[in-house]
């Protein structure tokens, strides 16, 4: 960029190099701001002659062309890039879902001199509207080469953020108890009520049973027939894994475990199988208490039937010290 000062006259189209004040100390036109035909109108009627401005160079990108353009690579899903003043685009959602967010390349892109972008947090629920990421360039410009070296790595290793959309959302809930299964009904159901209600959900699907195999397992099948998009296990007690009831009814409906135990506190005793595309997520003590835990880090990605792996239930940990 070069700066430089100019007739007010003659300043349409150029960026101003810092921020314009009216004699009174109020802010008249930002800094970075595109000079406009009323812009000048008003540069003069405050009685001003000259003004200092920068003006591209050769291989250079205006800051907010560079932003939008990184915007629209780095982005998927139900989102939509809206400008903002100070070289910024912000990624907004258009309906609601959970963000996914590719931590390594976000990581490599804000290592750049030109570029930095700030997102929400992976697995985050966002409701229409929510802006979940912003682009912002270095002041007025950027080089064309590093513009395009990010988009180029971007277009390599994919997008940094996925908005996942939440569509129809369906839960199944199963409660279970030693005794009767209507005492963890009646123990959980206003708290599981809570917790769905944060992601703009309800239980569509409830079942209760005493805790033995048989019993779980059969309930199990008839809400596995509906296909929710998971089916949450509230139990009284507290289990031991794939090899205590609720684990082994799980494995007998022929579901695959695909975690156990969790790097969150609270939940640390999670367990996650899936039959076919249906998560089953058993998680004893995370429903006595509407406090967030483990529950709430997985539930925004299952409400949008995304498969949450083993590996990614291990990447909790940074982070997962809830309590």
């Not at 409701?127 to 513009?147: D, I």
Request: glycine share 8%; proline share 5%; aromatic share 4%.
């Amino acid at each position: 960029m070069r700066a430089q000062t100019v007739d007010v006259k003659s300043s349409t189209g150029r960026v101003l190099c810092c921020t314009v004040f009216r004699p009174g100390g109020k802010k008249l036109l930002a800094k970075g701001h595109v000079i406009s035909d009323e812009d000048v109108r008003v540069l003069e009627s405050e009685g001003m002659e000259s003004i200092w401005v920068t003006e591209l160079e050769e291989g250079e990108i205006g800051e907010d062309d560079a932003v939008c353009a990184v915007a629209g690579e780095m982005g998927c899903g139900s989102l939509e890039i809206r400008l903002a003043a100070g070289g910024r685009a912000n990624l907004v959602t258009t309906e609601n879902c959970c963000v996914l967010v590719d931590d390594e390349l976000l990581k490599q892109i804000n290592c750049t001199a030109s570029v930095v972008i700030a997102t929400s947090l992976n697995y985050s629920y966002a409701v229409a509207g929510q802006r979940v990421a912003t682009v912002k360039s270095a002041p007025f410009a950027v080089a064309k080469e590093q513009l395009d070296a990010i988009i180029g790595t971007i277009k390599e290793r994919g997008p940094i953020l996925q908005a996942r959309p939440i569509r129809t959302p369906s839960i199944g809930v199963l409660y279970s108890d030693p005794i009767s299964g209507e005492r963890a009904r009646q123990l959980f159901e206003n708290i599981m009520r809570q917790r769905l209600e944060r992601f703009g959900v309800s239980a569509n699907f409830v079942l209760a049973c005493t805790e033995d195999e048989n019993s779980v397992a059969r309930c199990l099948q008839h809400l596995l027939r509906s296909k929710p998009c998971a089916v949450l296990v509230a139990s009284t007690t507290a289990p031991a894994g794939p090899e205590d009831i609720v684990g082994q009814a799980i494995l007998k409906v022929g579901a695959q475990v695909e975690r156990f135990l969790a790097p969150v506190e609270p939940g640390n005793l999670m367990l996650m199988a899936y039959k076919d595309d249906v998560a089953i997520v058993s998680a004893p003590g995370c429903f006595r208490s509407a406090k967030p835990n483990v529950v709430d880090l997985v539930l925004p990605p299952l409400l949008a039937r995304y498969h949450v792996t083993g590996w990614e239930v291990a990447s909790l940990g940074h982070g997962g010290l809830l309590a």
